[in-house]
T-cell receptor
């Protein structure tokens, strides 16, 4: 099955600096890579995703890059703000499952702290 | 609120007791998932329903765990003879079928049901 590793487990940055979170995956068939943000006591929510037919995607201060050859993908947050403080999970999915759904395998999470 | 709802939000039980959690997905979503999340870990897949059919179960789901979605709407997750290792947050998520939204793979999570086994 798929295995997703995520680093670092904790990350502290000064407000306004950039934050980078890196993930690797094992299943070369994976073709969908979402990122979820989970604030303390809240549900995980999708913030950005990327499919294997693109190498980079950007949405305002958030960008994700994908290197299929190396099987790694990264989340970049620029101009960080205190409200970016949360746990971020990367995930990978191949879509090769019964019923045609995409079984999503999550990384272990990165706790981001943005210091004002 | 038309999001995914879960009940109860918190459950404290003694070892050996049975517990049941309920999930009400977003009404137009035919796919429903159960995940388990422990402290410092990402959500771990437990099982998946498409409409009323349970199409996949993780090896994490021992025979003490059973999930149902009898009418293809709400789902229940029952844990029998609870053990302390079952203590976790149980997350339910739903998503639309590909025919409804072919480009999206987004999972819509509920707030979770936190189980504490004493």
């Amino acid at each position: 099955g798929e295995n997703v590793e995520q680093h670092p487990s904790t990350l502290s940055v000064q407000e306004g600096d950039s934050a980078v979170i890196k993930c690797t995956y094992s299943d070369s068939a994976s073709n969908y890579f979402p990122w979820y943000k989970q604030e303390l006591g809240k549900r995980p929510q999708l913030i950005i995703d990327i499919r294997s037919n693109v190498g980079e995607k950007k949405d305002q201060r958030i960008a994700v890059t994908l290197n299929k050859t190396a099987k790694h993908f990264s989340l970049h947050i620029t101009e960080t703000q205190p409200e970016d403080s949360a746990v971020y999970f990367c995930a990978a999915s191949s879509g090769k499952n019964s019923g045609g759904y995409q079984k999503v395998t999550f990384g272990t999470g990165t706790k981001l702290q943005v210091i004002p | 609120d038309t999001g995914v709802s879960q009940d109860p939000r918190h459950k404290i039980t003694k070892r050996g007791q049975n517990v049941t959690f309920r999930c009400d997905p977003i009404s137009e979503h035919n796919r429903l998932y159960w995940y388990r999340q422990t402290l410092g870990q990402g959500p771990e897949f437990l099982t998946y329903f498409q409409n009323e059919a349970q199409l996949e179960k993780s090896r994490l789901l021992s025979d003490r765990f059973s999930a149902e979605r009898p009418k293809g709407s709400f789902s229940t997750l029952e844990i029998q003879r609870t053990e302390q290792g079952d203590s976790a947050m149980y997350l339910c998520a739903s998503s639309p079928s590909r025919s409804m939204n072919p480009r999206s793979g987004e999972l819509f999570f509920g707030e979770g049901s936190r189980l504490t086994v004493l």
